[in-house]
């Protein structure tokens, strides 16, 4: 994957594409304030981006995140009921967003990606994907085929990624150099605390 350029431009319209209602991050700074003030914020915010990307290095706001449990079904008082969401700076989310931009597009550019994935990634969802399994099971159906199904539950996969096969895996598919250093940086230096400011990591 060749060097992520940065622009002012790109932060402009990121910038000015904030929902200024979102809730802030732990460094404080409301995204309204981010949205109404782009043109002031952008040079500098891409200084900060390229520096970052080039040293592997975030400034240390960026690598706190704030972490509320959402309850999503069941029993209130089983913890595994809930679903941790973790809040983060909202300039970070915007170099994230820049990072993962880049990395779609080159995952795409050479078939990186299984063509059945349907999470993830643009122009799919899980909606697109129930749409094609009940297009299998109808054709299936008529044509008197047999259909087996396998139903796996991943729950929590992503808690259990490992951080260093994880980079492995993206330098294998050629997302090397600064791009890998940053994700290694970040995923090394994260922490993580309560709505309350206590440390969880």
Known sequence: MPDIEFTETGALKLLQNL???KAQGPDNIHPRILK???VEIAPSL???FRKS???GENPT?????NVSPIFKNGQKYLTSNYRPISLTCIAFKLMEHILVSNIMK???SHNILYDLQHGFRSSVSCETQLIQFTHDLVTNMQSA???DVIVMDFSKAFDKVSHAKLIDK?????IQGKANSWVKAFLTDISQSNNRGRDLL
Do not use: F, M, R, S
């Not at 993206?170 to 050629?174: A, D, F, K, T």
């Open 106 to 108: 080159h995952a795409q």
């Open 53 to 55: 990307y080039e040293t």
């Open 170 to 174: 993206l330098h294998h598919y050629g």
């Open 19 to 21: 929902k200024p209602y």
């Open 61 to 65: 706001d960026w690598l706190k995140t």
């Open 145 to 147: 085929a047999q259909t």
């Open 36 to 38: 109404e003030l782009a």
């Open 46 to 48: 891409t200084l900060i």
